[in-house]
């Protein structure tokens, strides 16, 4: 099938990331490093590196990396809490990336301006209809609106109604979609209502060239949809960010330090912002412990529901083969 054959929405998104496959990876914290970036893009997709935590000279050397492994296009991941973002900002504009996305939270005027005024291509989440028009009018070039499907940090409402909230709205730009999805069918069916293109995660996290532990991704191939749980927010007076991830011992833990922390709040003990950066700090080092170290039991195994629909560890360009074989056959020989 040529890209004419495409739908509209589907080529509108493969031009603006500069890619075969409007296929975004997920970026996921110490998993979309350099080797999974690029083996995405390799494959005809879009590779996103996690930007995280990272400082500004560890990020640089992890995108000249990524380069040295892949001529093609990929984007760079930046949260917007970061202590350094202004620093990280001004480094992607001196290493021309091409594209970046920032989450974790709404980004500020000034972010998107510096970004799109040193000649990179700016993508924002927008989990709201609202949201997204704000978006729009600070200058984002594209957004992503990813459900409550999705693993780790996840929003209140589902990938589908967000897709019917948002995709008929908003036309000006384009739309990518993210959570809970995939497969090829998935993908067409969004497309169908106008999305520009797809993000994935945890289909990628089984994949060779990802460099999650073997248990990390074995956890994976046993779970089933219904295990990608969302931890709960007790009270509050201290508001967390729902996770998702594979219960097990890691989640007990995490709920008996968030009671814990939510009784210094209350004493006076400790204030709500520390506390809630002390939540997020555990899931950066739980997340670690199980997709690095391999602990799957007393770790984080952050996963989408989607997880269920993971059966087999594969290339990276086996899975965007299968996921665009079954896009392209409910497409079929017209596209739209």
């Known amino acids: 099938?040529?890209?004419?054959?495409?739908?509209?929405?589907?080529?509108?998104?493969?031009?603006?990331?500069?890619?075969?496959?409007?296929?975004?990876?997920?970026?996921?914290?110490?998993?979309s490093e350099s080797r999974l970036v690029a083996a995405i893009s390799e494959a005809g997709g879009f590779g996103v590196i996690a930007g995280?935590?990272?400082?500004?000279?560890?990020?640089?050397?992890?995108?000249?990396?990524?380069?040295?492994?892949?001529?093609?296009?990929?984007?760079?991941?930046?949260?917007?809490?970061?202590?350094?973002?202004?620093?990280?900002?001004?480094?992607?504009?001196?290493?021309r990336v091409s594209h970046v996305v920032l989450a974790g939270?709404?980004?500020?005027?000034?972010?998107?301006?510096?970004?799109?005024?040193?000649?990179?291509?700016?993508?924002?989440?927008?989990?709201?209809?609202?949201?997204?028009?704000?978006?729009?009018?600070?200058?984002?070039?594209?957004?992503?609106?990813?459900?409550?499907?999705?693993?780790?940090?996840v929003g209140p409402v589902s990938t589908s109604v967000l897709a019917?909230?948002?995709l008929p709205q908003v036309t000006e730009i384009p739309v990518f979609v993210a959570g809970g999805i995939a497969t090829g069918a998935m993908m067409a069916g969004y497309a169908a209502l106008g999305a520009a293109g797809c993000q994935?995660?945890?289909?990628?996290v089984c994949t060779t060239e990802c460099i999650a532990h073997d248990h990390f991704k074995q956890a994976f191939l046993r779970a089933q949809s219904r295990d990608a749980q969302v931890t709960p927010q007790f009270d509050p007076a201290l508001p967390v960010i729902p996770v998702r991830a594979l219960t097990n011992k890691g989640t007990q833990t995490?709920?008996?330090?968030?009671?814990?922390?939510?009784?210094?709040?209350?004493s006076g003990a400790k204030e709500k912002k520390a506390a809630i950066l002390e939540l997020e700090h555990f899931w950066v080092g739980a997340l670690r412990r199980a997709a690095i170290d391999g602990d799957v039991e007393h770790g984080s195994v952050m996963a989408g529901q989607s997880v269920g629909l993971v059966n087999?560890?594969?290339?990276?360009?086996?899975?965007?083969?299968?996921?665009?074989?079954?896009?392209?056959?409910e497409w079929g020989p017209r596209g739209g």
């Not at 739908?7 to 998993?31: K, N």
């Not at 994935?200 to 990628?204: A, C, D």
């Open 254 to 266: 995490y709920a008996a330090l968030q009671l814990e922390l939510l009784q210094q709040v209350k």
């Open 164 to 166: 019917q909230e948002i």
């Open 312 to 329: 087999a560890v594969q290339p990276t360009a086996e899975v965007v083969r299968e996921l665009m074989d079954g896009a392209m056959a």
């Open 200 to 204: 994935l995660g945890t289909r990628f």
């Open 105 to 153: 939270g709404l980004p500020g005027g000034e972010t998107i301006r510096a970004l799109k005024e040193g000649g990179i291509k700016v993508l924002a989440f927008a989990p709201a209809l609202s949201l997204a028009k704000r978006l729009i009018k600070q200058g984002v070039d594209a957004l992503v609106i990813e459900g409550h499907e999705a693993g780790g940090h």
């Open 52 to 95: 995280g935590g990272m400082p500004p000279e560890l990020l640089r050397g992890m995108i000249q990396e990524t380069r040295r492994l892949t001529g093609r296009p990929f984007g760079v991941n930046l949260i917007t809490m970061h202590p350094q973002l202004p620093e990280l900002v001004q480094m992607v504009v001196n290493e």
């Open 1 to 31: 099938m040529t890209s004419a054959s495409l739908p509209a929405s589907w080529r509108r998104g493969a031009e603006f990331l500069g890619c075969a496959h409007p296929i975004l990876g997920g970026a996921m914290s110490w998993l």
